[in-house]
């Protein structure tokens, strides 16, 4: 009806759209002045170390904290911001920003920062994170960029050459959800990353499932043959951090060991045992970060 009529209003349009696609059309107008305005702030959650207990890095996790919705979580406008290329300037402010804060920190830990693949076609990238890193006065190789699977799919040949020159200027790369796109051992061969970060749906059901433990034990022996580092990712109880130190685990990472920090606390957490080995983190009862 609206092609007959030649000048569909948008109005018809509008009325045309459900709830979800109106909402998510509200979110994208919002997440311009989002942008313009920086209502964004970042997150911080500990890695632990198996091997001596103690905290080696944080992985910068984004918040956008709208006005009028309160604090929306990244799986709600990270799709957004990349369908409308948004996320480049997201992503410029969030590696400026990440580095900047944890060049204050008061332990030199790492700082785990998620690049989206999309991202990885901004030629300015490069350019971005040295500056970063030149202006903070932080040693890059505190500096950990986290790639999903996805990123190395499309486009693969022009996303290693990428990964080689970031990883050039002292940065180390992470390969992140491992275990959960296409062919993941494929991108094994593709690039020598420094570490891979085995999913949280391998290590949630790690104490029910012997295929899970299967899984995990040879991605473990996998990567230390091929000289990468493990961190488990969604680590929630202590049966669990004890099986994969048990297994040789490198890294640990969920609410077991803490929660995602605000940048105030992350800036002088230590991370030694006695602050959080005192038992499990009840999920609930945690504001939610
Ligand atoms: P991710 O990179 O795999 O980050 C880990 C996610 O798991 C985070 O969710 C974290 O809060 C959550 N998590 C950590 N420990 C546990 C646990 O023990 N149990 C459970 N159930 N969850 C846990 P978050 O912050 O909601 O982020 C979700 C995803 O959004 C991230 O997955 C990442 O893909 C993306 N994301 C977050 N921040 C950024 C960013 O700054 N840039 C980009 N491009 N993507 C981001
Ligand atoms: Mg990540
Ligand atoms: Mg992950
Ligand atoms: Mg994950």
């Not at 030199?108 to 350019?127: D, E, K």
């Not at 040693?139 to 799919?153: F, Q």
């Not at 043959?225 to 004890?242: C, D, H, I, K, S």
């Not at 994969?244 to 002088?268: F, N, T, V, W």
């Amino acid at each position: 009806a609206a092609k007959r009529a030649g000048r569909s209003t948008y109005a018809d349009f509008d009325a045309a759209l459900n709830l979800e696609e109106r909402t998510r059309r509200d979110l994208e107008l919002d997440l311009r002045t989002a942008i313009a305005e920086g209502q964004f702030t970042l997150v911080y959650q500990p890695q632990v170390c198996l091997k001596t207990g103690k905290w080696t890095g944080k992985e910068t996790l984004v918040r956008w904290e709208h006005p009028v919705r309160g604090r929306i979580m990244p799986i709600e406008f990270i799709g957004i911001a990349e369908e409308t290329g948004l996320i480049i300037p997201l992503g410029e402010w969030i590696i400026r920003q990440a580095i900047h804060e944890a060049a204050r920190w008061e332990e030199p830990h790492t700082i785990a920062i998620n690049l989206s693949p999309i991202q990885m076609r901004n030629p300015n990238l490069v350019n971005v994170l040295t500056n970063a890193i030149a202006n903070a006065q932080i040693e890059p190789e505190r500096v950990e960029i986290e790639i999903t699977e996805n990123a190395l799919m499309h486009d693969s040949e022009a996303n290693v050459e990428l990964l080689h020159r970031l990883r050039k200027t002292g940065v180390r790369i992470a390969l992140d959800d491992f275990g959960t796109g296409y062919s993941s051992l494929n991108y094994l061969r593709a690039f020598p990353f420094d570490k891979i970060k085995i999913d949280r749906c391998f290590v949630s059901e790690l104490l029910d499932r012997s295929d899970c433990q299967a899984i995990v034990r040879n991605v473990i022996m996998l990567a230390r043959a091929l000289g990468m580092e493990t961190t488990a990712e969604g680590v929630e109880t202590r049966e669990q951090y004890e099986w994969l130190k048990l297994h040789g685990c490198s890294e640990a990472q969920g609410y077991y060991i803490s929660r995602p920090m605000e940048a105030a606390d992350a800036a002088e957490a230590s991370g030694t045992s006695s602050e959080w080995q005192a038992g499990e983190v009840i999920a609930d009862n945690v504001h939610r970060l």
